[in-house]
């Protein structure tokens, strides 16, 4: 028996700043942008859409033609956490209409917690064939206007129904795991902003990709030459090649730089235009592969890295099913992206400072109503979060 997604989607904000924008606010040359890290453009929340309004979209979509009665655990990887109790998936769940004898709880470990809640899934589904579970995962990333981080933010969220009847990946079950202490990226309660020390995290990700890789081969034997593709984190698209460049090396694989850079492409496709998207950022990058690879990948085993900050590295790997391409959202996924609207640096800050004039004292607040997709942030009331279906 094989546990695995049967189906995925990806939903961000409908509004974006073009990082052409950001470059000239900084006086800054755009190609360190384009070029140097990798990034076009950035996906902007509207005030009125948070992580629960992401999560939701992207969750209804994952639902299409989907028997959700077999669902009995959501779970909710997110570092944007909006209450210290309870947990955001029981707003998507109440939102999406899922099943009452469910479980609901939120995991975090920075990036990494949507890897990790599929570690836990897929034991779980072995145990109880007969269900399905649902992973969501969806980050708002805000480094602060001006900041050293401010050109690698980015908004969005995948979901993702896992069973035993894997109609688009399998997942394997070894996987290789490391864990460090370090502080190259973390969020005091205090601020909504992350602080982060760059050079270092991008050293600390090498560091984590090597010894969970180390772990991976020690653990199955398998090698670098048993992967077609391998899908990374992406805090931004220029990761992946620093990431697969330093495995190529290690590995002694002897590949010229346009073999290699065919197997990490695919999956920065979307990346490039939304950005960060922390704890779903790999999976985000597994449906860019999986929508846009011109090469038929059925029956290939897929490598994935999973890094979250502070730290935590997992490789895992999966095998893409017979049939996978008709279960695709391809053409939604590319919509979504392509038809969000532009913003002028004004409006981006004003979107970005917004967060800051929500109440705290309880005092009641309705919020001012932008495109959010199905759902939308309504305001708080006596320090309740509202939401609202749109019609
Ligand atoms: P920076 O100092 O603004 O940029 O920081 P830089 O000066 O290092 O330039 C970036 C690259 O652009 C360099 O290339 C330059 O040479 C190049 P590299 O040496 O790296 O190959 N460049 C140009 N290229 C073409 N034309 C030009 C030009 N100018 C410069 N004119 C940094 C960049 C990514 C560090 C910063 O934006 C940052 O701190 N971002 C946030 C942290 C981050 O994303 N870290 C990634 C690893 S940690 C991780 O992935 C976890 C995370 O997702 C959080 C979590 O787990 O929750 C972040």
């Not at 509207?46 to 309004?53: F, L, R």
């Not at 669902?71 to 909710?76: A, E, G, I, S, Y």
């Not at 959202?329 to 590319?334: D, G, L, R």
């Not at 009641?364 to 006596?382: C, D, I, Q, S, V």
Request: hydrophobic letters at 40%; proline letters at 4%; glycine letters at 8%.
């Amino acid at each position: 028996m094989q546990a695995g997604i049967e189906s995925i989607s990806i939903y961000t904000s409908q509004y974006y700043l073009d990082l052409k924008t950001l470059a000239n606010q900084w006086g800054e040359d755009p190609d360190k942008y384009y070029i140097g890290i990798g990034q076009e453009q950035m996906s902007v929340p509207a005030p009125d859409e948070d992580i629960v309004t992401l999560a939701a979209n992207a969750t209804a979509q994952a639902l299409q033609g989907i028997d959700a009665g077999a669902l009995d655990t959501l779970l909710f990887a997110t570092e944007t956490g909006i209450d210290q109790s309870k947990a955001a998936g029981i707003y998507v769940h109440e939102l999406t209409q899922l099943p009452k004898n469910m479980r609901v709880f939120e995991l975090k470990q920075a990036c990494y917690s949507g890897a990790g809640g599929l570690s836990l899934a897929l034991p779980y589904l072995l145990h109880h064939p007969d269900r399905k579970v649902l992973i969501v995962a969806a980050d708002i990333a805000r480094y602060g206007i001006g900041s050293i981080g401010e050109p690698t933010q980015g908004a969005g969220a995948v979901a993702m129904v896992l069973s035993t009847n894997p109609k688009i990946m399998a997942f394997d079950l070894e996987s290789g795991i490391y864990t460090h202490d370090v502080m190259d990226f973390w969020r005091p309660n205090y601020t909504d902003e992350a602080l982060v020390d760059g050079k270092y995290s991008i050293k600390m990700y090498i560091t984590a990709l090597r010894e969970a890789w180390q772990h991976y081969v020690d653990v199955t034997g398998n090698s670098f030459a048993d992967f077609h593709r391998y899908v990374y984190h992406l805090p931004f698209t220029k990761m992946a090649d620093k990431a697969h460049q330093f495995l190529v090396r290690h590995a002694n694989a002897e590949l010229r730089p346009e073999e290699w850079k065919r197997q990490i492409d695919d999956a920065a496709i979307y990346q490039r235009f939304i950005g960060n998207t922390y704890a779903g950022s790999v999976f985000v990058a597994l449906t860019s592969l999986l929508d846009n690879s011109p090469d038929d990948l059925t029956d290939k085993r897929i490598g994935l890295f999973s890094y979250g900050s502070g730290s935590v590295g997992e490789f895992f790997t999966g095998i893409v099913q017979q049939g996978y391409q008709s279960h695709l959202k391809k053409a939604m996924h590319q919509e979504i992206i392509s038809e969000r609207a532009e913003l002028d640096y004004e409006t981006y800050k004003e979107f970005y400072l917004f967060k800051s004039k929500l109440p705290t004292d309880g005092s009641p607040m309705r919020t001012p109503k932008h495109n959010t997709g199905r759902y939308r942030f309504a305001g708080l009331t006596e320090h309740q979060r509202l939401y609202e279906v749109v019609a």
